[in-house]
């Protein structure tokens, strides 16, 4: 059963071309999300049980259930607070278990403070597991979003704008004031507006 139609507006849910309707995916709510987050924080409970072993568990704990969470229809894996190696096989894991229906799956590598490059060496890790992983793929790929996010996308028709770059409204603006100009200067060219 497809999703009920509604107007939206450049940027939000599934924009199309057909005069500002949009699909509004099923998959972003409901009981499908949450059996998929239910997948996700099952094939990381080894990892959460490897993580109590860490110097620093008792003070930040790594857990399913506060690490691995659904935003804006999205799962994402926070990887602080894991070690490199507990993180290689969280990545691991997660792609093991399958794509996500949501088209995507973002994993939080922060900045790397102590590190060189963008994402430190939780950002190295992540790329270069999810990197094996596309080869073996078609249509995979990863994606930065942001300095402290690193997206697994599977589906780029069903990740939403905000993995995939959409853009967001200040590009649209600018998309509508260009084509707005351009419009005004071809009317002062073909003389439609006085002198």
């Known amino acids: 059963m497809r999703a009920p139609l509604t107007f939206c507006l450049p940027g939000t849910a599934q924009w199309t071309r ?3 309707v949009c699909e509004l995916p099923s998959i972003r709510t409901g009981p499908s999300m949450s059996q998929e987050l239910s997948r996700f ?3 990381l409970s080894p990892i959460q049980t490897a993580a109590k072993g860490q110097p620093w568990a008792k003070e930040r704990p ?3 259930k506060t690490h691995v969470v659904l935003e804006e229809g999205v799962m994402v894996v926070d990887l602080h607070d894991l070690k490199a190696n507990l993180a290689r096989k969280a990545v691991a894991a997660v792609v093991g278990s399958g794509p996500s229906k ?3 799956v973002v994993f939080v590598v922060g900045r790397g403070r102590r590190s060189v490059g963008p994402g430190g060496v939780l950002g190295k890790v992540v790329r270069s597991e999810l990197g094996a992983a596309c080869k073996s793929a078609s249509g995979w790929s990863v994606r930065p979003v942001g300095p402290a996010r690193i997206a697994w996308i599977t589906d780029w028709n069903k990740a939403p704008a905000s993995v995939v ?3 967001g409204w200040g590009m649209w603006l600018l998309y ?3 084509a707005a100009a351009v419009c005004v200067a071809f009317a002062q060219a073909l003389g ?3 002198e």
């Open 18 to 20: 057909n005069l500002g």
């Open 41 to 43: 924080r099952a094939a």
């Open 62 to 64: 790594w857990r399913t």
């Open 102 to 104: 949501a088209g995507a």
């Open 165 to 167: 770059g959409g853009g």
């Open 176 to 178: 509508a004031f260009f």
């Open 192 to 194: 439609l507006f006085g």
